[in-house]
């Protein structure tokens, strides 16, 4: 037991909609992560593309910070989300295995985090932060997630 070199990440219509292959073979997960609401401030939205190398080691995390949810343009961030999406040019929505990773950008830890479990017989999870809106546990080629 402990941290898994490789989760699998299946396409689905939901947060996992913008994952798969670039022409080259690259692999990219495209999503809307968000810092939540902590003592009264308000977290910020981000989108993040992430591109990873065949097999499956992050190579660039492109983060673009769109401060609080009240306050952020809707249109600013779906623009720049479509944006991200274009520059890879053709790809192919499919499961997709990554290495766990962080990066640190703008005071924020982004990235898909491995962490043990609640205690030590408990299993350990791959968290999508900031926001953890996706929840990986074994089996890591499952593709499957909790939100």
Request: net charge negative; hydrophobic share 35%; proline share 5%.
């Amino acid at each position: 037991m402990g941290a898994p070199d490789l989760i699998a990440i299946d396409h689905d219509n939901y947060h996992a909609e913008h994952v798969g292959r670039t022409a080259d073979g690259r692999q990219f997960f495209l999503t809307t992560p968000f810092e939540a609401a902590t003592g009264g401030e308000q977290g910020n939205e981000f989108v993040a593309l992430y591109l990873f190398d065949l097999k499956g080691r992050l190579l660039e995390a492109r983060i673009d910070e769109f401060g609080p949810r009240a306050e952020m343009d809707r249109d600013r961030r779906r623009d720049c989300y479509e944006a991200r999406l274009r520059e890879l040019g053709e790809v192919t929505f499919t499961r997709i295995e990554v290495a766990p990773f962080a990066v640190e950008q703008f005071g924020t830890t982004f990235g898909l985090i491995a962490r043990p479990g609640d205690d030590e017989d408990a299993a350990w999870w791959v968290e999508l932060h900031p926001g953890n809106c996706m929840a990986f546990t074994e089996p890591w080629d499952s593709g499957e997630y909790d939100t």
